[in-house]
Nanobody
Framework: QVQLVESGGGSAQAGGSLRLTCAAS????????MGWYREIAGKQRELVAT???????NIAEAVKGRFAISRDNSKNTVYLQMDSLKPEDSAVYFC???????????????????WGRGTQVTVYS
């Protein structure tokens, strides 16, 4: 079974940095778009950044210039480097990915969207 395992969350002072890592494990045949979303307390989950693995990157305006997304396709891993953190960045950060597995009966790839369990990021002033 495919799982997205996040790591790197925690606490940081305003102006500091954190790096999140999300690795896809299990019978991954191919990963397309991988990215990060966040849930700020009392608000809807929102996009932070996505990377399609082919050079197309989408970053939310709220974090543009401070956050950077990258990935290692050989490891099916996506990273979120968060610099110049602000207290309003405090949230639960979720990894998301479109992943294909090979269906045993057909031998063909089948695509599904997956979510990680989330990792807490707290920025204090």
């Amino acid at each position: 079974q495919v799982q997205l395992v996040e790591s790197g969350g925690g606490s940081a002072q305003a102006g500091g940095s954190l790096r999140l890592t999300c690795a896809a494990s299990g019978p991954v045949f191919e990963a397309n778009t991988m990215g990060w979303y966040r849930e700020i307390a009392g608000k809807q989950r929102e996009l932070v950044a996505t990377n399609n693995g082919g050079g197309v990157i989408n970053i939310a305006e709220a974090v543009k210039g401070r956050f950077a997304i990258s990935r290692d396709n050989s490891k099916n891993t996506v990273y979120l480097q968060m610099d110049s953190l602000k207290p309003e960045d405090s949230a639960v950060y979720f990894c998301n990915a479109d992943i294909a597995v090979i269906k045993p009966l057909t031998g063909k790839p089948s695509w599904s969207n997956y979510w990680g369990r989330g990792t807490q990021v707290t920025v204090y002033s």
